[in-house]
């Protein structure tokens, strides 16, 4: 039997831990050979042939309408095909991630949720590195604080809910070990850099129009913008004890992941 690993920043993170454990695993998406993708249904019974256990990141977001519902009929689908064990990748804060919670809950496995917000990686993987290597990051946010989370605290507890017993029904909220303004994370970035790089609160309609000028399209820009207004509005400036309760030991903290990256290459 197989565990499936769906999602892109984490779920390369999963399935590399898994293959270092021995344990039988698969990606899938619109570029394996296995073709997955959620809007194409077609696609899913393949992808879930010989499955046991499923870590089940949607992309692009769970905020996205109509994306609790498919998660959940391709929770489903996954039970039927002989799952019995589903780890789902959850948005802390936000009101449609905890509608597809609780569809994926009633789906008849095994069930472990890993919720999050932030993560310390959209600083080097995401769409802010390019602020970052020009030297000024600007975003539409002020001086509300996050609890940002490192994505290799978040794969190794995804794992520990796909491998091991004791996870069932649990929702693990996690957090790194501090509250961090986006200035002040900026700030980490650049001492650990060695260089200078500003933060730039800008408003949002002016961010929204600097990336509908780089191209991107509508439904991205509209995403983006409603993280940025509605999930960061304070709601998840608290610290959650999720990788402690997980894996029996602190969340890394940013200063560490600041570190590790190197910001010139």
Not at 70 to 88: D, I, N, P, S, Y
Not at 254 to 263: E, I, L, M, N, Q
């Amino acid at each position: 039997m197989t565990t499936l690993v769906l999602g892109g920043k984490t779920g390369h993170r999963v399935l590399s831990r898994l293959q270092a454990r021995g344990i039988p695993a698969r990606a899938a998406s619109r570029s394996t050979d296995i073709t997955f993708d959620w809007n194409d249904r077609a696609t899913w019974a393949p992808t879930l042939a010989g499955v046991d256990a499923a870590y089940i990141a949607y992309v692009p977001d769970l905020a996205v309408p109509g994306a609790a519902e498919t998660v959940a009929a391709f929770a489903e689908q996954a039970v039927a095909a002989g799952a019995r064990r589903l780890v789902l990748l959850s948005g802390r804060g936000e009101e449609e991630a905890l509608r597809a919670e609780e569809l994926v809950a009633r789906a008849g496995a095994e069930w472990t949720v890993v919720r999050c917000s932030w993560f310390n990686q959209n600083f080097s993987e995401g769409f802010f590195v390019d602020g970052i290597r020009a030297g000024e990051l600007a975003l539409p946010v002020g001086d509300v604080p996050e609890p940002f989370v490192d994505l290799e605290d978040v794969a190794e507890v995804a794992v520990a809910a796909l491998t091991e017993d004791g996870h069932a029904g649990q929702v693990y909220e996690l957090t790194g070990p501090q509250l961090l303004r986006f200035d002040e994370a900026v700030a980490a970035i650049a001492h650990a850099a060695g260089r200078e790089i500003a933060y730039a609160p800008v408003p949002t309609d002016a961010f929204a129009a600097a990336l509908r000028a780089h191209g991107e399209d509508e439904d991205v820009i509209g995403l983006i913008t409603y993280l940025f207004t509605e999930v960061l509005d304070g709601r998840n400036a608290s610290l959650a004890d999720g990788v402690q309760r997980a894996l029996g030991r602190p969340a890394r903290s940013f200063a560490d992941y600041a570190r590790s990256v190197a910001w010139a290459a």
